[in-house]
């Protein structure tokens, strides 16, 4: 049953193969058996995730079901949850149980889905590692000794271990495609403001977005039938007709599927940085994608090479504004002894915060500040401008993007962690997606060494559904995704 696509389980629960309450225990089992390696989960309550599979199962004997009913689903502890602790991977939100429900949750909800537990992240989602959580780093599944990539690292190793089906993650700056593509799977980042952020706890308000991950990109579209929306809650929602992300997934056969669809290789993807192994595994895709029929175009994105730059300056300064709503007042860790207001404050960020999100909160108040602003920040949204021009041009030469989704496979744990510089390089290819709010996918292309390397498909705005029939042509012909950990069996 775990290897069985999402579309396979929910036909297996409406012809009573298995109940909810049998599938989600059998997850549970997983969970118990090898979380303690993998940390991929930070909280776990068996007796709430069974009772809202039995209550899938009374819908699923009504034949009031959706597509996901009775399907247990993973979410980054990044989203509110009633009644379940929400931490953000941090020490600051250790003791916080959520009020109300993100619009992401109340969505999996409304579809009957089973909330299967909170996965592991880095702090705040401030991470490429998902080693700065306070609750200690994920282990990747195909290798316990190496990262999952992050800061949605709990989410990938969760999946690619089949504690869960499914899960939930956020993308930032690479969050979702980075560690899909260090644990094997697809993970998706659509177009920003494709889904709401209301509950989510943020980061950078204008470049978090949350998406899918899972095995397939098929699965990935089923995920984000659910996932999309306008909430009039989130002022950056936008307010567009419902899609079907699954509509062009059986369309287009024969032995050319993809004939007519133009991929665009960016120069500045194949100048070098990348592992050899790992650009061989993308130039093999991209052969395959010529014999699918697809026609390849080079083309250029001259100012990709500042997004790095242009991202630490802009995604720090609105963490630094984020991030004062955690004084220790109203909600969350409270420093045990101080003498004054000034010093609860100090002493409660102090001890509240880790090292990363400190370092990120100082970066951004310094580019924020008076005689800086100017120099950094504004100059920051200049280059963002001119990065989302430079695929604007892309586009009309192009329908699809492709590239390596990170320059390395999985690293070893502790490798990365003492130079903040080369960790922040383990997202060059994902961040100016984010920087532009445009829709990225990462899916499975192969093994180097014995690790995942992933495959990045970038698409114009909007166009979710053309990149995951993209992808699941290529997954069709291919059976990376299929791989699964042996330790894991």
């Not at 979410?75 to 991977?89: M, P, Q, V």
């Not at 190793?157 to 495609?177: K, N, W, Y």
């Not at 995604?315 to 002894?337: I, M, Q």
């Not at 290529?474 to 995704?481: I, S």
Request: hydrophobic residues 40%; aromatic residues 8%.
């Amino acid at each position: 049953m775990i290897e069985r696509s999402l579309h396979e389980m929910a036909q297996a629960l409406a012809h009573k193969e298995i109940s909810s309450v049998e599938l989600t225990g059998l997850y549970l089992e997983r969970i118990a058996r090898h979380n303690p390696l993998l940390n991929a989960f930070i909280t776990v309550d068996a007796e709430r995730s069974l009772a809202q599979a039995r209550q899938a199962d009374e819908r699923l004997a009504r034949g009031a079901q959706s597509a996901l009913t009775g399907i247990p689903i993973a979410h980054k502890d990044i989203f509110c949850a009633r009644d379940w602790r929400t931490t953000c991977g941090s020490k600051m939100l250790g003791n916080f149980v959520s009020p109300y429900d993100a619009s992401v949750i109340e969505r999996f909800q409304a579809a009957g889905a089973v909330l299967l537990g909170k996965t592991n992240m880095d702090e705040f989602a401030m991470g490429s590692s998902n080693e700065t959580s306070f609750y200690g780093p994920v282990r990747n599944p195909w290798d316990s000794t190496c990262v999952p990539g992050g800061s949605s690292g709990g989410s990938a190793a969760a999946v690619a271990a089949r504690l869960s089906p499914a899960a939930t993650g956020t993308d930032t700056g690479g969050s979702i495609r980075q560690p899909a593509a260090l644990c094997g799977l697809s993970g998706m980042k659509p177009t920003y403001g494709v889904i709401s952020r209301y509950g989510m706890i943020a980061f950078a308000s204008s470049l978090d977005q949350a998406g899918p991950l899972a095995r397939s990109a098929a699965d990935c579209a089923l995920l984000l039938n659910t996932m999309a929306g306008f909430d009039e809650r989130d002022s950056t929602s936008l307010d567009r007709p419902p899609e079907d992300y699954t509509r062009e997934l059986a369309s287009g056969g024969g032995t050319q599927p993809l004939r007519g669809i133009r991929i665009g290789l960016p120069e500045e993807f194949f100048a070098g940085g990348c592992d050899q192994e790992v650009m061989q595994l993308v130039e093999q895709a991209i052969a395959e994608y010529r014999q699918l029929g697809a026609e390849t175009v080079a083309l250029s994105l001259p100012n990709m090479r500042l997004s790095v730059a242009a991202y630490y300056v802009i995604a720090p300064a609105e963490a630094s504004s984020n991030l004062a709503r955690f004084d220790g007042v109203r909600y969350g860790y409270r420093a045990p002894e101080y003498d004054d207001l000034n010093e609860m404050y100090s002493r409660t960020r102090a001890q509240g915060f880790g090292a990363e999100v400190k370092r990120r909160i100082l970066i951004g108040t310094y580019v924020l500040s008076h005689g800086y602003y100017d120099a950094y920040y504004r100059q920051a949204q200049r280059i963002r401008r001119l990065i989302a021009q430079d695929f604007a041009a892309a586009f009309r030469q192009c329908d699809v993007i492709v590239g390596p989704t990170s320059p390395s496979t999985a690293f070893k744990l502790g490798e990365k962690a003492a130079d903040p510089v080369q960790m922040y390089l383990s997202d060059i290819y994902t961040i100016a997606v984010n920087l532009a709010g445009l829709p990225g996918l990462s899916i499975p292309c192969g093994f180097a060494r014995g690790l995942p390397a992933g495959l990045q498909l970038i698409g114009n705005y909007f166009s979710e559904a053309r990149l995951l029939n993209v992808a699941h042509r290529y997954q069709q012909v291919t059976h990376w995704h299929q791989a699964r950990p042996d330790a894991f069996a």
